[in-house]
Every structure is written in structure tokens, then in C-alpha cells.
């Protein structure tokens, strides 16, 4: 099993537009095999930012890899526009093998 | 729903006795209320260490910090000792709202 996570620090302010981008979005991951769950995270907050964190759970490492290289992770990826001022950083990528 | 998420930062070298310190390690999670599941997991590498992840999954917050100032989480963490060397520094916890 493998956990895919991007970690987003969001300024204030932009939290529920963050949080309604990902609501509206298709994410067309029911088409991709060896998905298995998709969550969003609101993690801890301080004057700076919250953090949001994506969560994808999948059967490996090598399905999840797959998925971006698809037209499925493409057309996800195409609508996501965010207004200026939201994204404090760049998404920080964390892949994470389930070891226990 | 709730995910708890500990980082550790576990320096070269330390990796397998980290692993088998979990895997050996009485949880005593499944007496708590709320508890749902718990991974280990192991994240990315650089030349300083490797970054390792706790993961667990709960009803709602409120159960995980009940469990914080519970009998079963003394029981579990009287048992962790580490190494001299094994951490880079302290644990970083991070909890997670659920949102979608």
C-alpha cells in the first residue's frame, strides 16, 4: 500500500476557496486502477498559513506512478486554477510506503 | 474523521532497528475508543535521513486527544526507547481534519 500526500500551505483568507476548489473538482479517480481512497486534510494553522494536505491511498507505488503519466491525472490537473495570493509555496510532495 | 501523523527524521543506517522498534511495539490502540487504524510508514530519503511517518485514523479529534491522557498511551510510549543517533531531532506531530 502507498500514500500519496501534497502538502499546500494556503495564506489566510483563502481557506474555504481552497477547500471548494477540491469540492467542485472531478478527479476522475475511480477510472484509475489501484486507486483505493481520496481524502483532503486540513492540518494545523498559524498567522502565516494552514496547511491543507492532499491524501491518496493506492495499491503501490507503481499504480500510483502510472496515474501520472494517464490522461486521467491530466485531465484532474487541467481544471485546478488557483487566484493569485492563495498558494503561500509551491505543493510539497510526499510519497509514503506502508510499511507496518 | 481524524489522522494523527508523527514525522521522524531517522538518521542513515537507523532504519531497519526504527522499523523493528515499531513492529515489535505493543500499540494497546485497539482498547481505545474511536481508534480505527494505525500504519507506519516510511517516506522519502535524502543524504541526512530518512523521513518516517506514524499514521493514524480515528473517529474525530476529540477521541485522539482522549487517548493522549489515557492509561493505554502511557502503557505504549513507557516502551520507546531509542538509540543514541536515531533521530535528527524531535518527533513533529501533525493532526489532520478530514474535510472531503
Redesign the interface.
Known amino acids: 500500500?502507498y500514500?500519496a500526500m501534497n502538502r499546500f500551505k494556503i495564506a489566510p483568507g483563502f481557506g474555504k476557496a481552497f477547500?471548494e476548489m477540491?469540492?467542485n473538482r472531478k478527479s476522475y479517480l475511480d477510472e484509475v486502477p489501484g486507486f483505493r481512497e481520496?481524502?483532503?486534510?486540513?492540518?494545523?494553522s498559524d498567522e502565516t498559513h494552514t496547511?491543507y494536505?492532499s491524501?491518496s491511498v493506492w495499491d503501490n507505488q507503481k499504480v500510483f506512478e502510472a496515474w501520472t503519466h494517464s490522461e486521467s491525472f491530466k485531465k484532474a490537473h487541467a481544471q485546478a486554477k488557483s487566484p493569485e495570493g492563495m498558494h503561500l509555496s509551491h505543493p510539497n510532495f510526499?510519497?509514503?510506503?506502508?510499511?507496518?
Open positions: 500500500m500514500i477547500e477540491w469540492r481520496f481524502h483532503l486534510l486540513r492540518g494545523p496547511l494536505a491524501h510526499e510519497g509514503f510506503e506502508v510499511i507496518l
